[in-house]
């Protein structure tokens, strides 16, 4: 597989669907309010922004042994992604973030976009014209530039070969090859990243190769708990959780 490791300074806009708070205050926003820094800055990928009003570290705590919740710590990335799954029951999670899953060969992820929530592709440098596709149920239901354009298709100036929203996911891939050898659209593709994983998608071999995985989720009106599975060579070395009191 041949997954990028250049580096980029991508630190655009990023949605993290927050959990078990029915209004949806933490469902995603799409403005670059409040950074959250929980993830290596060595690697290659845009910074994910979780977005509640106003809120405050009051603790963290970390896990190297034993267990907690459904996670055994030493476990296998499938293994721990099976206990993700066990674990939405419980807190209505859906998706869950992966860190630098990123590919520069749009051909090796035919069967990879599927699995995948948010996918955004842009320069090696990073631009404000990165784009970023939201899937939901199967089709594209949101099409986003980096600086917060919302779009109802990609490229705009195409026609047969833009991706519009409502289209299948399955018709995904063939236009982004088509459009990927297209001159003028070609270096979106330096970077390809598959941002956040449908829980309800069969698992990413793929996904072992990452170093953290996390997400986010309420606990009550004014608390909140960050979750990150930090992986070592595709086990669970250590679990990290960042209580936030949100006012």
Known sequence: MKKSTKTNHYSKIWPVKWVGNP???????????????????????????????????????????????????????????????????????DYINIVANIYSDITELEDKLPLYHYIFMDEEKGTSTGVQLGISEDRIATIFLGNGEELEKWPTDLSQSAIRKGDEVATLFDKLKTISQNDKYKKKFEAINLLTKDLSKPYDSQMSKSPQWYFGYTLADDKMDVIKLNFEEGMLKNIIIDHFETY
Not at 76 to 81: C, L, R, S
Request: some cysteine; aromatic content about 10%.
């Open 23 to 93: 209004s949806g205050l933490w469902a995603l926003l799409l403005s670059p309010f409040l950074l959250f820094g929980c993830l290596n800055t060595s690697e290659t990928e845009p910074e994910i922004i979780i977005e509640p009003p106003y809120s405050s570290l009051i603790g963290t705590d970390t896990i190297s042994s034993g267990d907690y919740k459904q996670f055994s710590i030493g476990a296998n990335a499938e293994t721990t992604y099976a206990s993700v799954n066990q674990l939405k029951e419980n807190i209505g999670l």
